[in-house]
Nanobody, 123 residues
Framework: QVQLEESGGGLVQAGDSLRLSCAAS????????MGWFRQAPGKEREFVAA??????DYADSVKGRFTISRDNAKNTVYLQMNSLKPEDTAVYSC??????????????????WGQGTQVTVSS
C-alpha cells in the first residue's frame, strides 16, 4: 500500500510562513514525482507545485513564494510557503505519481493522494 500523510498546516496571518510536510510510505521510489495540490472553499482542486527528478514545477500563483523540496531517503516532500496571502487558504493535499510521472491536472487518475491539511491565512 502507498500512504501519504501531510502535516504542518495551521492558522497564520497574511505575510507569515508555513512549512508543510508529506511523508510517504509503501511502494514509492525517488523516480516518482511528488507534489502538492490545494482546494479552496467553493473552488475546485488545483495544482500548486511538483518535484521531479529533473526539477520543480510551480503554479503561477505561487511562484516566488513557495518552494518544494524532497528528501528521497525519507520519501518526504516539503512545501515551504512564504508571504502567505488570504487567497492561499485551502486544504493542501500531497500527491505522488503512480507510475513515475504526474499530471498537473488534479482530475487525472495518475496519483496517490494524502488526506490533506488545512491552511488558513487571515488578512
Amino acid at each position: 500500500q502507498v500512504q501519504l500523510e501531510e502535516s504542518g498546516g495551521g492558522l497564520v496571518q497574511a505575510g507569515d510562513s508555513l512549512r508543510l510536510s508529506c511523508a510517504a510510505s509503501g511502494r514509492i521510489f525517488s523516480s516518482n514525482t511528488m507534489g502538492w495540490f490545494r482546494q479552496a472553499p467553493g473552488k475546485e482542486r488545483e495544482f500548486v507545485a511538483a518535484i521531479r527528478w529533473s526539477g520543480t514545477d510551480y503554479a503561477d500563483s505561487v511562484k516566488g513564494r513557495f518552494t518544494i523540496s524532497r528528501d528521497n531517503a525519507k520519501n518526504t516532500v516539503y512545501l515551504q510557503m512564504n508571504s502567505l496571502k488570504p487567497e492561499d487558504t485551502a486544504v493542501y493535499s500531497c500527491a505522488a505519481s503512480i507510475s513515475g510521472t504526474m499530471s498537473r491536472n488534479p482530475k487525472y487518475n495518475d496519483k496517490y493522494w494524502g488526506q490533506g491539511t488545512q491552511v488558513t491565512v487571515s488578512s
